[in-house]
């Protein structure tokens, strides 16, 4: 099994930036983030192929989101840039070790991070 923990989030003023964390306890395929906002569905921020390098966006989040890794330490960023009213949630880190190409989506990642809030003010 694979231990995700995170860190970072926290309030900020809209417009305002905020880093998360994840660092996971072994190997990954792909990591990425997820959100879920109160009453409203979670949904996949971006992912990274940990190995290439390569990433995903949804679009509401290109632009103003960066996802990176430093794979020395195993671990993952969310860099959140422009934070809007719409963006605050809980945000989850996730991994699959499964080395398949996937979309963006629950039920691909197995595992999970404990969750970290981000709350923005106007």
């Known amino acids: 099994a694979v231990r995700m923990v995170e860190s970072g989030g926290g309030s900020v003023q809209a417009g305002g930036s905020l880093r998360l964390s994840c660092a996971a306890s072994g190997y990954t395929f792909r990591m990425a983030w997820f959100r879920q906002a109160p009453g409203k569905e979670g949904e996949g921020v971006a992912h990274i192929y940990t190995g290439a390098g390569n990433t995903y966006y949804i679009d509401s989040m290109q632009g103003r989101f960066t996802i990176s890794r430093d794979n020395a330490k195993n671990t993952i960023y969310l860099q959140m840039n422009s934070l809007k009213q719409a963006d605050p949630a809980i945000y989850y880190c996730?991994?699959?070790?499964?080395?398949?190409?996937?979309?963006?989506?629950?039920?691909?990642?197995?595992?999970w991070g404990q969750g970290n809030q981000v709350t923005v003010s106007s």
């Open positions: 996730a991994a699959s070790t499964v080395r398949q190409a996937t979309p963006l989506l629950t039920e691909f990642f197995r595992y």
